[in-house]
C-alpha cells in the first residue's frame, strides 16, 4: 500500500538505461547509463555536417576513465569538455584549416 504513496510510479524504480545526446561548448556529448555499471560521458569527434544534417558521425570518446557514480550536471559536463579538449571546437577546426 505505501508503495504508490508519494511521487509517480515512475520514481519508484531505478534507472536501468539511458542514452542522451546533448551539446556541450558547442561539443556533441553523448551520456550513457547501465544500471550496475553508473554513467558514461563521452565525446564525438570529427563528425561532418552539411547545414545541420550529420553527414559522418564522427569518433566516439570518452570523456573520463572511470564509470560517474550519478548523472552529471551541465556544468559537470562543461568541467570535463574543457578538461579533456583544451580548446574550443572551433579553434580546433581553425588550427585543422590552417595546416
Not at 2 to 13: A, E, I, Q
Not at 42 to 68: C, K, R, W
Not at 71 to 82: A, K, N
Request: glycine share 8%.
Amino acid at each position: 500500500k505505501d508503495f504508490f504513496r508519494g511521487g509517480t510510479l515512475r520514481d519508484k524504480f531505478p534507472v536501468t538505461y539511458c542514452a542522451q545526446e546533448s551539446s556541450c561548448r558547442s561539443e556533441d556529448v553523448r551520456l550513457v547509463h547501465e544500471y550496475g555499471k553508473g554513467w558514461r560521458a563521452y565525446y564525438v569527434d570529427d563528425a561532418e555536417f552539411e547545414g545541420q544534417n550529420m553527414i559522418s558521425e564522427g569518433t566516439i570518446l570518452p570523456l573520463h576513465d572511470d564509470p560517474l557514480d550519478a548523472r552529471p550536471s551541465y556544468e559537470e559536463l562543461q568541467d570535463l569538455v574543457i578538461e579533456k579538449l583544451k580548446l574550443p571546437v572551433y579553434v580546433r577546426k581553425m588550427r585543422e584549416a590552417g595546416e
